[in-house]
């Protein structure tokens, strides 16, 4: 007899556990299906509800008020907001963010860029620029184009003034690599010379270990072959002998300044490769 009623007692405890799991199974499952129901309503509110539409340009050619372009300096605008015309009139939730970034990252201008959503209908492009270290002489073209930090040939895209000297010894067929060793000599040349920087007006960096500055000097174009180091101890010594060495002798403009303590007058050059008498 009492086993039978502990058989009854223990079915009992069995249905009440079926029982509290199907009820909560079938409340999770409202639950469930309320939120994926409430998430769509959601969605089709942020894609149709007018206040999170993307303004279109007032005008052809001007920028649009739902787009804020930060840290440009050297790009064309006009280029960066090209991007989002596919996307005037709509919401920005549609907006693909990751596919624009990709897609400024290919302008030549545009190292690197964030593309945020201001809610409700805003959108904020942060891009950060190349910068320009030199105009570029290349071999064949009559064009300076600008190069950067990382090597990288810019073309202009806007009428502005640089205060930069020209680089030479750089080709498009060198590798990033080689570029980059070119541009890293320069900036070093530049920053080791400090306020004499402000006389060169173009660097030979055919052979990065052997500098060469072309700069003027009494109303003269001279050559100064400065090698890898110790520029602003060579150009100083340079710039305290200058017209000693120049009315000395008037048709020596290359100078060697390697050897330390010491000015070397080389022979120039002529178009066909002789040297000139001394």
Do not use: C
């Not at 693909?96 to 805003?122: A, G, I, S, Y």
């Not at 930090?149 to 640089?162: A, H, N, V, Y």
């Not at 920053?191 to 009494?218: C, F, H, R, Y």
């Not at 100064?224 to 200058?242: C, H, M, P, S």
Request: aromatic share 6%.
């Amino acid at each position: 007899m009492a086993k039978k009623q502990q058989n009854q007692v223990g079915n009992e405890e069995r249905f009440l556990n079926i029982r509290r799991g199907l009820i909560i199974a079938t409340l999770a499952s409202i639950a469930l299906v309320a939120l994926l129901w409430g998430a769509i309503q959601l969605e089709h509110f942020l894609i149709r509800d007018p206040q999170f539409t993307l303004a279109s340009p007032p005008d052809p050619g001007e920028a649009s008020p739902g787009v804020e372009i930060i840290g440009v300096t050297h790009s064309a605008r006009e280029g960066i907001a090209t991007m989002f015309e596919q996307d005037y009139g709509r919401s920005i939730y549609l907006m693909p963010l990751r596919q624009r970034r990709e897609e400024l990252l290919r302008l030549q201008w545009v190292k690197d860029v964030r593309v945020t959503r201001v809610w409700p209908n805003r959108l904020q492009i942060r891009i950060t620029e190349r910068e320009p270290v030199a105009f570029v002489q290349l071999p064949g073209e009559t064009e300076l184009p600008l190069i950067d930090t990382d090597g990288f040939i810019l073309r202009p895209e806007i009428q502005e003034s640089l205060n930069l000297p020209i680089l030479t010894g750089v080709t498009r067929r060198q590798s990033d690599d080689e570029r980059r060793i070119r541009v890293r000599r320069l900036r070093k040349l530049i920053t080791d010379s400090g306020e004499l920087s402000a006389n060169i007006s173009e660097v030979d960096a055919s052979d990065p270990d052997n500098l060469k500055v072309m700069q003027d000097a009494g109303g003269k174009a001279v050559t100064l072959i400065v090698g890898n180091r110790y520029f602003k101890r060579r150009l100083e010594k340079f710039r305290q002998n200058a017209d000693d060495l120049l009315r000395r002798d008037p048709a020596k403009t290359t100078f060697d300044l390697r050897v330390n303590g010491s000015i070397y007058a080389r022979p120039t050059l002529t178009a066909e490769g002789v040297r000139p008498s001394d």
